[in-house]
């Protein structure tokens, strides 16, 4: 009997031994990455299950957090569509949606500044906190962050499918991301988190989509990355299986044979626009994958699809060192 505990007790040190070797191994991959990313600013978009589910929130924010001690700048953009849906149905206001964008009325714009800058984003800066950062929460209306127009939005109409003009109320678009707030913040120990409500020229408040603002602020600060966390894999092909990499002329292929379709055209198109701004790669990613952001930056293998800027004098022409 003691022989046998003798044995097991060897098996047991061995397999701990194997662990903490593997997970030297992982720290010694991550090496390169911390030197390359030391000191450039990532822009992650979060939302989705990774922010309602209480594990997912603390493992993002322990991730966050690492990100900002290795020296790498976050900058955090959240949604919260789902938790605006609740409050509102719980107020009986009713929602009407175009295009997968909520009309949103006066009524109802008080509800979703509410939900966004106030419950959902002091959450999100309460984590990030609790996990030993410094966050600090803000909407597009601080330091006027981000300058906003009233969407326009194009969509068919009833008769003969021809496109009309809708009027989606206090929905906006960023027309300027004001970076020397965000320049003086990330400098700091200091790690933005924004609520996607932006503000017009006349003071008015606009409810902005939430990737819209992630590529409008990874763009105009010359991000390294832009990492959008969702609800799926990453981009899939007709198997189901993952596409690690896509370049714009893929994109649009995949576009037409149907590839890629519904809420993912969206994220994609915002992955293209940022590129195209001179971020050096803009990235889709599960965010109900734990550790999706470590994965992502510090494993060769990743964690979702890329898209990268392929232009060499991209970053340069749109003033990105």
């Known amino acids: 009997m003691s022989e046998r505990r003798e044995a097991q007790k060897a098996t047991d040190e061995q397999t701990m031994k194997n ?31 990774a922010m309602g589910n209480r594990l997912l929130r603390k493992q993002f924010a322990n991730d966050v957090v690492l990100m900002k001690h290795v020296g790498i700048k976050p900058i955090v953009v959240h949604g ?24 949103t009325d006066q009524e109802t714009i008080e509800i979703v500044e509410m939900v966004l800058a106030g419950n959902i984003n002091k959450k999100i800066v309460t984590a990030i ?13 601080d330091g006027q962050l981000i300058q906003a127009r009233k969407l326009q939005q194009r969509t068919d109409g009833n008769q003969c499918n021809n496109k009309k003009d809708f009027d989606l109320g206090f929905v906006g678009e960023p027309s300027h991301i004001n970076t020397g ?31 819209t603002v992630a590529g409008a602020v990874a763009s105009a600060i010359c991000a390294e990355r832009l990492l959008m966390l969702t609800d799926v894999a990453g981009v899939l092909n007709k198997d189901g299986e993952l596409i690690a990499e896509m370049s714009s002329k893929q994109v649009e292929a ?31 990613l599960d965010g109900r994958v734990s550790h999706a952001l470590i994965l992502e930056i510090f494993t060769e293998h990743g964690a979702g699809t890329i898209l990268r800027n392929t232009g060499e004098k991209s970053r340069e022409k749109h003033g990105c060192s």
């Open 181 to 211: 707030v965000l320049n003086a913040l990330t400098n700091t120990e200091l790690i933005p988190v924004i609520a996607p409500i932006g503000i017009g020229e006349d003071s008015t408040t606009f409810n902005i989509n939430a990737d």
């Open 19 to 49: 662990h903490w070797i593997t997970k030297a191994a992982t720290l010694s991959e991550a090496l390169p990455y911390l030197q390359k990313y030391a000191g450039k600013t990532f822009v992650i978009k979060y939302g989705g299950h």
């Open 129 to 141: 906190n609790d996990a030993g950062g410094t966050a600090v929460g803000l909407s597009g209306k």
């Open 80 to 103: 919260g569509g789902p938790q605006i849906g609740n409050m509102l149905e719980r107020l009986n206001i009713k929602s009407t949606f175009v295009d997968g964008l909520r009309v």
């Open 254 to 284: 995949y576009k037409i044979d149907g590839t890629i379709h519904g809420g993912m055209i969206p994220k994609v198109d915002t992955c293209l626009k940022t590129i195209k701004n001179g971020v050096d790669a803009a990235v889709i």
